[in-house]
């Protein structure tokens, strides 16, 4: 059975945002059978088309025989091509269907592993290429890619350069331990943790820099924090201290929330979300020291040894005691990398920042201010037994006008997890990779 399209083909998003100007007029649908419900001279059958999904009504007496029939047989996930009326529903949230004229199966699914009863998460993990059409991973997507939007639009628009890092690098930046090595012809590169290094040269070519794209590390600890390959924003800006760069963290995640309760308020209801928690991250953002963070840790008689860096559960603890993001700076020099430079004022001190997300979901940021002294820079680097020759180009930064500068990396996934209220970053990334998951 073909159909004749003569009827304009619409996306179900068309119709949400502007339903009434299709009212009574005929459109064509693709997409798949997401639900059904029948009963006796109807079948109700919900169309998803990616874009939205929509109740059509298929009513014996409209339709001939046997399209009345393919509405009987029509399984979940079949593909269907779906003509009829835009009527109004004031029972939907979308605010029409479709009353159906003609119908046609396009492929008939058998078996669709993810039917509507529970499933456990490592059979949805296994299914993931499907179970990105249910709509609660729908919606975190979409949610995903405006956070993306945000990031971009937010650099964009105050005179940032994009600036790509590469994936193959020669050198550790976060520390030799989580290191994915791999062969490179005869010798050996390392997939990047974070794209800061070149984001520094990029800040001294361009002034306002940033990268965005995936880094990996081999993160051996199971938690539901920690993905192997995960997506990093880096902005990196030259003539910029460690205030500064804590205003534009602040400025840049405040933009980030409300882009979202903007733009994807339907994917935050249907989440459940508590928007009036989103609706609270307004700045200014809390501003406490390691110290001052260290003395809550106490405050709450909570088990902490001063010197070390906060575990999640630290975190949480910290994030407990304010309703919005809260930073945190100048950690001990001794945990924090060989880039970080020292607080004048007390060199057992760096000048970095961290940003805590509410509601426990932990760090989302990390940066600060980079040391740009040559030498102490070439101790620095001895000190961490890292390969000088390796760092050649990176020392080259401070060689021909050094100059202060300050950046950060801000995790996509822990922010979408955070902004969605989704406990997993698993559920964060389309296809996430984990120690234990490379598939599909
Ligand atoms: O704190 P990190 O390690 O900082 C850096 O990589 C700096 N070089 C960034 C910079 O200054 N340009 O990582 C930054 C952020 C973390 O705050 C966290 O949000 C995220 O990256 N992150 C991870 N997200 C998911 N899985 C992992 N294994 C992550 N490791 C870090
Ligand atoms: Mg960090």
């Not at 260290?294 to 994030?319: N, P, R």
């Not at 680097?381 to 021909?400: C, N, V």
């Amino acid at each position: 059975m073909t159909m004749t399209t003569t009827t304009p083909n619409v996306y179900i998003e068309d119709l949400a945002q502007n339903g009434t100007a299709y009212l009574g007029q005929d459109v064509t649908l693709h997409g798949w059978l997401y639900n059904k419900r029948s009963s006796g001279k109807l079948h109700f059958l919900q169309l998803r088309d990616g874009t939205g999904t929509i109740q059509c009504v298929l009513f014996k007496g409209d339709v001939p025989p046997e399209m009345f029939e393919a509405g009987n047989r029509v399984t979940q996930e079949s593909s269907v091509r779906v003509r009829g009326t835009v009527k109004e529903d004031k029972r939907s949230t979308l605010g029409f269907e479709i009353g159906v004229t003609d119908f046609e199966i396009l492929h008939e699914s058998v078996d669709y592993p993810i039917t509507p009863k529970e499933h456990g998460v490592a059979f949805l993990m296994d299914h993931r290429h499907l179970w990105l059409r249910s709509s609660r991973q729908h919606a975190i997507t979409r949610i995903r890619a405006e956070i993306i939007r945000a990031i971009r639009t937010f650099f964009d628009e105050r005179g940032f350069t994009l600036v790509d890092a590469p994936i193959f690098t020669p050198n550790a930046c976060e520390g030799t331990t989580n290191l994915f090595e791999t062969d490179y012809f005869d010798d050996k590169a390392y997939l990047t943790q974070s794209g800061q290094l070149y984001m520094e040269a990029a800040a001294a070519a361009f002034g306002k820099a940033y990268c965005f794209g995936p880094t990996f590390r081999a993160e051996k600890s199971k938690t539901r924090r920690h993905l192997t390959e995960f997506w990093m924003v880096e902005p990196e800006v030259a003539f910029l201290d460690l205030a500064g760069d804590m205003d534009l963290a602040e400025d840049f995640v405040a933009f980030i929330v409300r882009a979202v309760l903007e733009n994807r308020r339907a994917e935050l209801t249907l989440l459940e979300r508590d928007v009036s928690k989103l609706e609270a991250v307004q700045k200014p953002f809390p501003r406490i020291t390691y110290d001052e963070a260290t003395k809550i840790l106490k405050q709450e008689g909570h088990a902490f040894e001063y010197g070390d860096d906060f575990g999640a559960e630290d975190e949480t603890i910290i994030s407990n005691h304010f309703d919005r993001p809260v930073l945190i700076h100048r950690y001990p020099s001794a945990i924090k990398a060989f880039y970080m430079k020292p607080d004048p004022e007390n060199p057992e001190l760096s000048l970095n920042v961290d940003m805590i997300a509410p509601e426990g979901y932990g760090e989302i940021i990390g940066g600060g201010q980079r040391e740009d002294d040559l030498n102490v820079l070439l101790k620095k680097i001895k000190e961490h037994e890292l390969p000088e020759t390796a760092f050649g180009w990176y020392l080259d930064l401070r060689r021909y006008g050094s100059f202060p500068h300050s950046g950060f990396g801000l995790g996509v996934e822990r922010t979408v997890a955070w902004i969605c209220g989704i406990h997993h970053v698993r559920e964060t990334i389309p296809f996430p990779r984990l120690m234990e998951r490379l598939t599909p």
